[in-house]
Structures are given as structure tokens and as C-alpha cells.
């Protein structure tokens, strides 16, 4: 991932008590931020097939329709034991009613530069199935075990904010299920003060 534009970020942005890993209010913190970014880049989110950013209390959904019958909805939580974002994630077909497995995961969202690697983590794999923390719903996720390491392997010294947070764990997570960050959500002003 590029360069991000931190010195626009910095009227809300707020140092991380300790990278790589957030407390429930620098989660809260960064994803308030990403979603009034997002919103600000509407004919981003078009572009890339983003159909909703919102924030629910402390969860934050990111919807995208990648093909006319199918629907995923990810979600964002902070896991209170990896103190790291955790992506979970739901397929859906459209017209169709019971549970989608792994192996459609893999065909229908992972990209194929991905899969070896993702199927490779651990005994299980990068992504794993379980129960959504806030929801309760049968929900797919990519394992957080990695995170911390990953990110301070990304920002390689660099200042990450809270503002800035969770547009580097997207594009490092989001990508190896498709969801990817647009341009200009990383290139833009940024949310405006609060």
C-alpha cells in the first residue's frame, strides 16, 4: 500500500498507545474515521462495488455486492484478545437459502494470487469459520493471529494514527478476500474535524 496522506489525518487522527495493537476506544476512533472518509469518497465507493459503509455502535459495516447473485457483508470487531480488527464475513446468494461453505469461499472471494498462501496458515488455514462476536450468526473470518506482526512489518517505522489504522489493515487483510481500499479513501483529505 502507498504512502498515506497522515498530515491531513491530523486534526482527528490520534497517536496508538500501543502499536500495533488498539484499545477498544482507538477501534471506535478509527473506524468513525474510515467510515466519514469513505463517505466522503462516495464515486469511490461505486467504483469498487461498495454498496454501504456505516457504523454500528461498536461494529463497522462494510457491504459490497461483487457478482448480481451473490452478497457478502463484512464486518469489522475488534478481538479483545489479539486487541487487533478482525474481519468476519457472510456470503449470501440471492434466491438461495442454506449455508455457504469454505469451498465457495475460495472459488467465489479469495483471489487466486491468495489462496495457497491463506490455505496454508496454521493446521485450519487463514480463514477459519465461527460465530460472529456481536451478531451471533455463523460468520467466516480472517484469523487475526498475524495481525500485530504484519502490521508493524507494514508501517515499518512509520507513524499509523487512528485515522490511518484501519486503511492499512484493509489494504494488508481486505485484499486476500477482496475487498479492497479504494485510491482514493487513502489519497483524499480525510474525514473533516470532528
Not at 47 to 52: A, H, I, K, L, T
Not at 134 to 153: R, W
Request: net charge negative; with cysteine; charged share 15%.
Amino acid at each position: 500500500m502507498g504512502e498515506l496522506d497522515d498530515g491531513a489525518m491530523a486534526c482527528t487522527s490520534l497517536s496508538l498507545s500501543a502499536f500495533p495493537f488498539l484499545t477498544p476506544d482507538e477501534f471506535d476512533r478509527a473506524c468513525r474515521d474510515l467510515v466519514e472518509r469513505a463517505c466522503s469518497c462516495t464515486a469511490a465507493q461505486a467504483d469498487r462495488g461498495w454498496s454501504s459503509v456505516r457504523l454500528v455502535t461498536q461494529e463497522a459495516l462494510v457491504r459490497t455486492n461483487l457478482h448480481p447473485t451473490l452478497q457478502i457483508d463484512y464486518d469489522i470487531v475488534l478481538s479483545p484478545t489479539y486487541q487487533v480488527p478482525v474481519l468476519y464475513f457472510v456470503l449470501r446468494w440471492h434466491n438461495h437459502q442454506g449455508p455457504v461453505g469454505l469451498d465457495a469461499v475460495y472459488q467465489y472471494v479469495v483471489p487466486e494470487q491468495y489462496k495457497q498462501q491463506l490455505q496454508n496458515v496454521g493446521v485450519m488455514g487463514g480463514i477459519s469459520f465461527g460465530y460472529h462476536p456481536e451478531s451471533g450468526a455463523p460468520a467466516f473470518f480472517v484469523h487475526p493471529c498475524n495481525t500485530a506482526d504484519a502490521m508493524a512489518q507494514v508501517a515499518d517505522g512509520q507513524s499509523v494514527t487512528t485515522g490511518t489504522y484501519l486503511l492499512v489493515w484493509l489494504g494488508l487483510v481486505g485484499q486476500s478476500v477482496n475487498l479492497h481500499v479504494p485510491r482514493e479513501m487513502v489519497v483524499s483529505d480525510g474525514p473533516s474535524p470532528s
